[in-house]
């Protein structure tokens, strides 16, 4: 069982469309975090959202973390092929020992020219 | 500054022979993590060590599998008598706690560049 369920799991859009990717969990996390990854490389962060009701935009991108933290979600506007890759979310339930981070299974996003 | 480094970057093996890949994390994270990816599959988590507690083994998939982390802070793992479906790329991670809020709540991770390990 995943503690982060990610949806979709899979996205292709042309250029130029708007998108949203979903992070949900029956579990409260202090924070949350967005990765993305690059075929041949490991994940880097995006962004890391913590108070609940948190919205941060990173450019085109928009994070939000759920009211009640248990979810979050990636929304890209006017996709673009440097957009593609992909986009995991990641956070340590709240109260767990150590810390130890969770990731979901990811959104593999592909856009086309 | 430097950043997670992982040796060797490609490692292809014979089935049964046993394997070590290493881990250099960034100077002073507390923590470290090795996941394994297979071909476009998300993270699979293996192992994690926290500073000086016992590490969070829960995710090695057989006993074939282990890990160590010598003084804080190079890791190795170590893969025994090596079988097929052991190929994939294995990426390690490092943290530190950020200033601000609780010990460990936000463990944002630095990944390296991973290991593709292929078992023939």
């Known amino acids: 069982t995943q503690l982060l369920e990610q949806s979709p799991q899979f996205l292709s859009i042309q250029e130029g469309e708007n998108l949203t990717v979903y992070c949900n969990s029956s579990s409260v996390f202090s924070s949350l975090q967005w990765y993305r990854q690059e075929p041949g490389e490991g994940p880097v962060l995006l962004v890391t959202?913590?108070?609940?009701?948190e919205v941060k935009k990173l450019k085109r991108l928009t994070f939000q973390f759920g009211d009640a933290r248990k979810d979050s979600s990636l929304h890209i506007t006017a996709a673009q092929t440097g957009d593609t890759g992909l986009y995991l979310c990641a956070g340590a339930p709240r109260g767990s020992t150590l810390g130890r981070l969770y990731f979901g299974r990811g959104t593999q996003l592909t856009v086309w020219p | 500054g430097a950043g997670v480094s992982q040796s060797p970057s490609n490692k292809v093996t014979e089935k049964g022979k046993d394997v070590e890949l290493r881990c250099d994390p960034i100077?002073?994270?507390?923590?470290l993590y090795w996941y394994r990816q297979s071909l476009g599959q998300g993270l699979e988590f293996l192992i994690y060590f926290q500073g000086n507690s016992a590490p969070d083994k829960s995710g090695l998939p057989s006993d074939r599998f282990s890990a160590e982390r010598t003084g804080g802070s190079v890791s190795t793992l170590t893969i025994q008598r090596t079988q097929q479906e052991d190929s994939a790329v294995y990426l390690c991670a490092s943290s530190f706690p950020v200033a601000g809020g609780p010990s460990f709540s936000y463990n944002e991770q630095f990944f390296g560049p991973g290991t593709r390990l292929t078992v023939l």
């Open positions: 959202v913590v108070t609940g009701g």
């Open positions: 100077s002073g994270h507390t923590a």
